[in-house]
């Protein structure tokens, strides 16, 4: 049950600047997350989080260090991880109907048929509670609704590990919420590995098994923090537990005093 | 390559109401009318618009003006796809590569502003007077308007939306088919509405320069053979013709790239 699904190892960028040295982002980050578990990397804003996440994925090269996803190294995006954008709606295409941004996911793949593209869209679709919309455009539904068509697409793909980045960021509180539930219920069913980019608190406690705290720049992992809070777990109950608030507080001091700085 | 290139296409309304412009046109034909009927202009050069009319029905079902319009056509619609296809290639290869961008920008931005009539004759030493020459310059219309917003088009491409279809395993090729083409396709068009509007023009001043094709060169063969009514009607062909194709394409905008006007990023 202890297989590492992804490793960073003194994992380093540096982006290059006008006239000068180039600017280390990310110092030295070494994480390694375990199949199956729900992890979150909680940060301040800019602190390179999102970065952080596309080297994992393989949509950017470190500047040191490595990666792996199941035991090799990262050269470009692996086929078992699937990158969930913030920006649901700039990450939807908005010329195709709501089944097949869905579809997209998966009608590359070779053999792949145009209705059995559409068949796996449409059991997504039914998995995120969006059964009958699949002919909308992207751009007629809710902000919470195009987000979990950006979770479907991502299913569609069954990944074995999803790297979210802030996902639940541009919706309102109980959009989000009802986000949370459906997450932690698509997670428990699949058996999915989640690494979730956050920099809500109450979100990274309440979802996840583990907490890493990332620092401000050049940002490295301050520490990581086991919840230890139950499962199967309800998203909104959880944070009624001692323990939740527990870790809640915890966490907030050390973004807050510190200011995120590592040491 | 500005901006105003990409507003939406006014379309012009031919309901009859009170306030309509059509009555405007009406009234103006009238006035033409009468201004033949009455002699106020009194000249075998002005012709009544009814005996205009009345060439145009004859020669339309004689077939003779169908055939010249249809020539005209076939010749503008093969160089506009041949300037489209070159001007999206090309474009694509401008928008993605600086070096090329600055290798090649200011020869491009000194052969644009040159006026595609100007370049006829010298076309017609190379490609002569015929099919050769004017599919030429249809295409040569058709080549920078097309260009310059397929560039333009490129930079508006979303970059999450190619990370996504990377991160899905989505080769580069079908990347470019299914992503970069589809979100730049709104400018391509913008850039083809332009380079259809010029097209007509050049086509018809091609035929009316040089060679035995098409409505341009009836429009000057009725001048000189003093046949006022056929001439006024080649005029009218030409405007009914320049109508019709805005009109249509615009029609054809609305259902290739509905999503683009109902997302609101024609700004």
């Known amino acids: ?222 520490r990581v923090v086991e919840t230890g809070l139950p499962r199967p777990r309800d998203a909104v109950e959880v944070r009624e537990t001692a323990r939740f608030l527990e870790l809640r507080h915890e966490l907030l001091d050390a973004l807050l005093t510190r200011g995120g700085h590592a040491g | ?67 010249l319009v249809g020539s005209t056509l076939a010749r503008m619609f093969a160089g506009l796809a041949a300037g489209t296809l070159a001007g999206v290639a090309a474009g694509l290869i401008f928008g993605a590569s600086r070096l090329v961008r600055r290798l090649l920008g200011p020869t491009v931005e000194l052969i644009r502003p040159i006026p595609i009539p100007a370049i006829i004759p010298p076309l017609v030493l190379f490609l002569g007077l015929d099919d050769a020459m004017k599919v030429t310059v249809a295409a040569v219309t058709a080549f920078f308007p097309v260009l310059t917003n397929t560039a333009q088009g490129l930079r508006a491409v979303e970059a999450d939306q190619l990370a996504m279809a990377r991160s899905f395993g989505v080769p580069a090729h079908r990347r470019l088919l299914r992503v970069t083409l589809p979100a730049i396709l709104p400018y391509v068009l913008a850039g083809l509405r332009v380079a259809l509007a010029l097209a007509l023009v050049t086509t018809v001043v091609a035929e009316m320069i040089a060679g035995e094709q098409g409505v341009g060169h009836y429009l000057v063969l009725m001048q000189f053979a003093g046949r006022a009514e056929e001439m006024y009607a080649a005029v009218l062909v030409l405007a009914l013709l320049g109508y019709g194709l805005n009109r249509g394409f615009v029609l054809l905008e609305r259902r290739l790239i509905g999503w683009f006007y109902a997302t609101g990023r024609d700004g």
């Open chain 1, 1 to 222: 049950m202890e297989t590492l699904i992804l490793e960073l190892d003194a994992v380093g960028k540096s982006f290059p600047a006008r006239g000068g040295p180039p600017t280390l982002a990310m110092d030295r980050v070494s994480l390694s997350v375990r199949e199956g578990e729900f992890l979150s990397i909680l940060g301040p804003s800019g602190c390179g989080k999102s970065t952080l996440l596309q080297i994992a994925a393989g949509l950017m090269e470190p500047s040191a260090g490595a990666v792996r996803v199941a035991g090799r190294a990262v050269k470009g995006p692996p086929p078992e991880a699937v990158y969930v954008f913030q920006q649901y709606g700039r990450s939807l295409l908005p010329w195709r109907s709501v089944r097949d941004n869905v579809a997209f996911a998966v009608e590359h793949r070779p053999g792949m048929s145009r209705s059995r593209a559409r068949a796996v869209a449409d059991a997504q679709l039914a998995a995120v509670a969006l059964t009958g919309f699949g002919d909308h455009f992207p751009w007629q539904l809710s902000g919470g609704m195009q987000q979990r068509v950006a979770l479907a697409r991502a299913l569609a793909a069954e990944p074995r590990i999803l790297l979210m980045d802030e996902p639940f960021s541009a919706v309102d509180a109980l959009t989000r919420l009802d986000l949370h539930r459906l997450m932690l219920e698509l997670w428990e069913k699949r058996g999915l590995t989640v690494v979730l980019v956050t920099h809500d608190v109450e979100e990274a406690v309440a979802l996840s098994d583990r907490v890493a705290l990332l620092t401000k720049r050049p940002s490295t992992i301050a």
């Open chain 2, 1 to 67: 390559m500005s901006e105003a290139v990409l507003a939406r296409p006014a379309a012009v309304s031919l309901r009859l109401r009170p306030s309509s412009g059509l009555l405007l046109v009406l009234g103006l034909l009238l006035l033409w009318e009468i201004s033949a009927r009455t002699g106020m202009v009194d000249s075998p050069n002005w012709p009544p618009f009814l005996h205009v009319l009345a060439a145009l029905a004859r020669d339309t079902v004689s077939g003779e003006i169908p055939l």
